[in-house]
């Protein structure tokens, strides 16, 4: 039997956290997709770096073009207000082991906060943008913004999607699948599932990739 869950939220779901549904969608959580865990990299107005742990994203493009499509940004942060200034921004993938770092940089995140120092990250220099990356990260994308949608016309989120001008990555993720796709590789993040029978909530999980088969 197939449940059917619909634009208004069933009466009986029950947040996680008191603002949980100001924030995401209940939709969200039925669905409760895996994706990839990332730290956007941006200059504050005042000079100070800026790092913003987000998912809620794709990568893809064709022959012409690589593209960053980060769906989910919210508008009122210091990550979007950089990113319409400057028209670039910075992509770093890390491994699980940095997740606590991360937090940090949201938990210490005011206008004259060094962020890279709040979560002890070292910053690198970009070359072809104008933004700090995270030298810890094993992959790191250069991006020029190319379009930003406001998707529900609400003021609240932005798709943002950037075109990549340059990657970068730690020579040994470049010689098989073992460190992208392990403990050292790519982060996931997957919304808790929602029961849509009970509404109870569930925690969100932080995952790895695990190869099942070759294709």
């Known amino acids: 039997m197939k449940l059917e869950v619909g634009r208004k939220r069933p009466d009986n779901f029950k947040p996680l956290y008191p603002e949980e549904f100001e924030l995401f ?3 969200e959580l039925v ?16 000079g100070k770096p800026n790092i913003c742990f987000h998912s809620w994203s794709c ?10 499509v980060m769906g989910g940004l919210y508008q ?6 950089n990113i319409k200034r400057d028209k670039c921004f910075g992509i770093n993938f890390l491994p699980v ?3 606590d770092r991360l937090i940090e940089t949201i938990n210490n995140n005011g206008d004259d906060t060094d962020e890279f120092k709040a979560g002890g990250f070292t910053a690198e220099e970009a070359k072809t943008v104008n933004v700090p990356l995270i030298k810890e990260a094993f992959l790191s994308m250069e991006c020029v913004l190319k379009d930003i949608s406001d998707l529900s ?3 609240i989120t932005a798709m943002v999607t950037g075109e990549v001008q340059r990657i970068t990555i730690d020579e040994e993720y470049t010689k098989g699948y073992e460190k992208r796709y392990g403990k050292d590789g790519f982060m996931l993040l997957a ?19 695990n190869i099942e088969r070759f294709d």
């Open 25 to 27: 969608s209940h939709l």
């Open 31 to 46: 669905s409760a997709i895996p994706q990839a865990l990332f730290a956007v990299t941006t200059w504050k107005e005042n």
């Open 59 to 68: 990568f893809h493009g064709d022959k012409t073009a690589f593209f960053a």
């Open 76 to 81: 009122h942060t210091h990550t979007f207000a």
């Open 97 to 99: 082991s940095f997740y």
């Open 153 to 155: 016309g609400a003021g």
């Open 191 to 209: 919304p808790g599932p929602q029961n849509v029978i009970t509404g109870e909530p569930k925690k969100t999980v932080i995952a790895n990739v």
